[in-house]
């Protein structure tokens, strides 16, 4: 049982417009996902120890908290989705992109499924993540240029004012 708690490979990975304080509802598959590229990082207290003046020992307390972020690198990712993550427009006639001038703020949502384990699918959401991306790579006959993509979770806060988790953990059977 507890191999199917797993969170196994990229099944599918996906990314679209946040909802109000939910995950969106219509979001788009990038399949050329690098091998090995993906990383979660879980959120982390900050520590900072204080010294006391009475005594020698110290005193270590929570300074605030490095929030969860998932890290992955995309290939084939088709120039109409360019805007989606990195700003700037994309023109169909011509399918052209053209960058921003300034690298805008961008807020999606984020769908990571896993593979199927016994009939189990673990899957990670991140209903509103700060997306920071950009084109990186070597261009040669044996290489190719990616996007790498950095999605930082933060609270969705819904219009009424609700407040969701920054992510979640469930799984789904098959």
């Known amino acids: ?12 990975f996906e990314m679209g417009v946040p909802g109000d304080g939910i995950m969106g509802a219509a979001l788009t598959e990038f399949s050329e996902v690098e091998v090995n590229s993906m990383v979660f990082d879980g959120p982390q207290a900050n520590t900072e120890t204080i010294p006391t003046e009475q005594e020698d020992s110290y005193i270590t307390l929570n300074s605030n908290a490095t929030p969860a972020k998932l890290v992955v690198r995309l290939y084939g990712v088709d120039k109409a989705d360019f805007p989606m993550l990195m700003g700037g427009t994309y023109t169909a006639g011509t399918k ?29 959401e991140i209903p509103y993540g700060k997306i920071n991306a950009r084109e990186q790579g070597n261009i040669t006959k044996n290489g190719l240029p990616a996007i790498d993509v950095e999605i930082i979770a933060n609270t969705p806060v819904a219009a009424n004012g609700t407040r969701y988790a920054p992510y979640n953990r469930k799984e789904i059977t098959v």
Do not use: C, F, H, Y
Request: no cysteine.
């Open 1 to 12: 049982m507890g191999k199917t708690q797993n969170l196994l490979g990229v099944g599918k």
């Open 96 to 124: 052209t992109w053209d960058a921003p001038e300034v690298v805008p703020d961008i807020w999606l949502s984020v769908r990571l499924t896993g593979k199927e384990i016994s009939g189990v699918k673990q899957v990670l």
